[in-house]
């Protein structure tokens, strides 16, 4: 009996049914605790670009506090809606999801960091930035000050780098190198920053305001942050412009 | 099949047989040491070479196995006189796919940081053949307690030595244990890292090395 073919048939059904509801119902129960690490996750890299976060901080309560975000597209409009009309919320856009579509039709997010006195005023604009590495996708923020010219901080992340050479971008010793480099050069042109090829060691480059010290080995992972950051920041630069310019950012509805 | 010798053998010591009898001892310990489920019969090499270049993630991978390999034993134990025999390892791999499913969900609700690093190792749990091994070879014939035990002897014979490796590479690789910077701590912060250790060849050293000195002492032979 226990070898007949609707035997088989029967016991794999029963199976499936058993496994399904077992996964689907841990599925639903874990998904609102999965929904809070994950925005606590996002929540976190955009403030890792401007502060130090330490393990036990409530991210949560401080990016309340201290982030304003919106959504811009290319031509630095603000974005409300989408097509359907339903709010666009700068947190829930997928960086990586837009960046599979043409540059035109993206959405950039844009998080404000504001004084924690006066919400006025915006102490930084931390930006998404987002590319490829050596082996796959890399990703980070680059928080500019509120003249969108000295970088006042970057958190990367990756997907797949090699440990100890490209994966080296994740890690604070690499990202405090662009801490104060600037992305402006004096006639106001974005020249972004690059990262060099070959790794110096020690305050190398300290004296140039667009390069930093590379990382030894990871050329390729080098190559991708500096696509990377130029790239999106020229994404932005007509939302800078019209910031700069102390122009009103126009709101429309796309 | 070639389960039943084994089950008419348990079934002459039911009932009066401790529950930490010698042969039950010899479930757990065996593949601790001479029937190591990675030094000895090369298991579940993949995940030992790619988790194990920092402890943290490497502990947390010895848990995830252990959860998986005792109660898959434990569940494909108990169904063991269900299952159709034509279509056993599908069942087999239905449950370790839910359990590992489970795992990875579950990592990804309470620590995140932790599903960023193991994720897609997390799922090949799946493809160890060390857990596919256990519960071909000993659930399908064994009781369910047995069968536990078993699952906790493979288990730990891999966690401990995944996490043996995982010390060496972290410590030589990246200077440190469970993250802590052991060189700064004692006075030599210029310690060079060896980049060699945080690629997977560091790790085919390491486990090399520890099976040599494994099997150097047992007098283990393939044969």
């Known amino acids: 009996m226990r070898q007949s073919n609707t035997y088989v048939i ?16 841990a599925s639903q129960l874990l998904a609102p605790a999965q929904k809070r690490s994950i925005e606590f996750d996002t929540k976190s890299q955009i403030l890792g670009a401007v502060m130090e976060l330490e393990k036990g901080m409530d991210v949560l309560a401080i990016y309340d506090d201290r982030i304003k975000s919106l959504v811009v597209n290319l031509d630095g409009e603000e974005v409300t809606e989408n097509q359907n009309g339903d709010p666009i919320i700068a947190e829930n856009v997928s960086v990586e999801g837009n960046f599979k579509r043409p540059k035109e039709e993206r959405l950039y997010p844009v998080f404000k960091f504001i004084n924690a006195d006066d919400p006025e005023k915006v102490e930084a604009y931390i930006l998404p930035v987002f590319g490829s590495g050596l082996w796959d996708r890399i990703w980070g923020f680059i928080a500019l000050d509120e003249d969108f010219v000295a970088i006042k901080g970057v958190s990367f992340a990756h997907r797949a780098e090699t440990p100890g050479l490209g994966a080296r971008i994740s890690s604070e010793q690499i990202q405090d190198r662009y801490i104060g480099k600037k992305v402006y050069d004096d006639d106001g042109n974005l020249v972004s920053v690059e990262m060099v090829k070959g ?53 429309i509805e796309d | ?191 060079p890292n060896n980049g060699l250790m945080v690629d997977s060849i560091g790790a085919f050293m390491v486990l090399g090395i520890i099976i040599w000195v494994q099997r150097s002492k047992t007098g283990y032979v393939e044969n």
């Open chain 1, 10 to 25: 029967l016991f794999t059904i029963g199976l499936t049914v058993v496994v399904a509801g077992v996964l689907s119902s």
């Open chain 1, 199 to 251: 790794e110096k060691g020690g305050n190398a480059y300290a004296d140039d305001p667009h390069k930093v010290d590379g990382l030894s080995g990871a050329t390729i992972t080098a190559r991708g942050v500096n696509d990377m950051l130029e790239n999106y920041l020229n994404y932005y630069e007509s939302y800078i412009e019209k910031v700069k310019s102390g122009e009103q950012v126009a709101s």
């Open chain 2, 1 to 191: 099949m070639a389960d039943t010798a084994e089950q008419t053998g348990s079934k002459t010591l039911k009932m009066d047989e401790p529950l930490l009898s010698k042969r039950r001892r010899k479930i757990v310990t065996d593949p601790l040491n001479d029937d190591n489920p990675i030094t000895i019969q090369v298991l579940g090499i993949c995940s030992a070479l790619a988790v194990t270049v920092k402890l943290e993630p490497t502990l947390i991978m010895s848990i995830a196995v252990i959860f998986v390999i005792v109660f898959s034993n434990l569940i494909i134990s108990l169904m063991r006189n269900i299952i159709p025999n034509r279509v056993r390892i599908i069942v087999m791999l239905a449950v370790i796919a839910s359990l590992v499913t489970l795992v990875s969900e579950v990592l990804k609700a309470y620590n995140y940081e932790m599903f960023k690093v193991l994720g897609a190792f997390v799922g090949l749990i799946i493809t160890n053949c060390i857990i596919m091994g256990r519960l071909e070879a000993f659930a399908m014939g064994n009781k369910a307690y047995d069968s536990i035990l078993d699952g906790f002897g493979s288990g730990f014979g891999y966690a401990w030595v995944i996490l043996a490796v995982a010390f060496f590479r972290e410590l030589l690789g990246s200077g440190s244990i469970f993250d802590f910077k052991v060189f700064e701590a004692v006075g030599l912060a210029g310690f």
